[in-house]
């Protein structure tokens, strides 16, 4: 019994020791739950979710290195009193309003059934590239942009890369759209691109009560909520602050405030080599946090039209940088910086 004992001890101490050597990024995939853990010294920062459920894959949830998680938890893993409203933000995503007419950004589970045909969906198909080092991981992937019939529209192609730098867990997002079976319309709107949901905590301060109207007429409510706690605000790199952002172009904008004590920010980053450059700005103080340089019409009352059709066989490639970081809040010229090193990788 004590050789047993002994032998256990041993098992856990070798167990433990590499635990703790565990430095640097690694990968988990676990099949079954469909998803694809990101850890960092053995911390989870993020994961990829491709959920029956969700209508899109998701990074979800998404959490600082020490471990702040920055996203809203609903529906998923719903949290007390933050806000259960738009079923579809979830963590972070990409996806559009109008594509040949079907709405791939409200789509969730809550669409009655009567009323599918009307939406897509995004299948993942797989995993492309999976590698993970001290200094950074890659996760490549495949999905394809269906309709209700299950037939595909799009092909896309996105790549991951994670990295750390300065208390800063960052995130490239490189992704081609490929038009499969015709050609692919995507009219401007504000329901896009790249969009992120963010915890309560983040959210601006309001003591009002908001409706949306989605094109097909569908409203959302938007109720007020006890803002103990809620902290964000806006900034953009023209300057602009707090619910002006919105539909406001710039290179970047950046969301900042406070959750579990400590000053916690999202910033994203618009690419030189995105159209549409630099991005309009579908940020809302009740925690939507977008960047849409499709819909250029929708955000600029029709000054700027883009109109994107996406010819059979061809591709467009969109590349956006997402920076979570805890600590003192990043200042505009660290950012330009930031925005400086992204414009430079291809």
Known sequence: MRRFITMWVAVLTATCSFAQKQEGFSLKEDAAKKQVDVLYNGKLLTAYCH???VMKPV?????TLSGITITRGYPLAPRAGERVDHPHHIGLWLNYEYVNGLDFWNNSTAIPYDKRSHYGTIYHDRIVKSNATK???TLEVSAQWKNHANMPLLLETTQYHFTVADGSFIIDRTTTLRSLNEDVFLKDVKDGFLGLRVTKELEMPSNESVKYVDDKGNVTEVP???NANVTGDYLNSEGIKGDAVWATRGVWATLFGKKDGKDVSVTIIDH??????PTYWHARGYGLF???PIGQAAFSKGKDTLNLIIKKGE???FRFRVVIHEGANLTPEQINQLAKEFGKTK
Do not use: R
């Open 272 to 277: 030189p080599s995105n159209m549409g450059y």
């Open 59 to 63: 990074l979800f949830p998404i959490n």
């Open 135 to 137: 200094k950074d991981a």
């Open 224 to 226: 007020a909520v006890n």
């Open 51 to 53: 959920y029956d459920s």
């Open 290 to 292: 977008a960047a849409n």
């Open 315 to 317: 591709s467009v490639t």
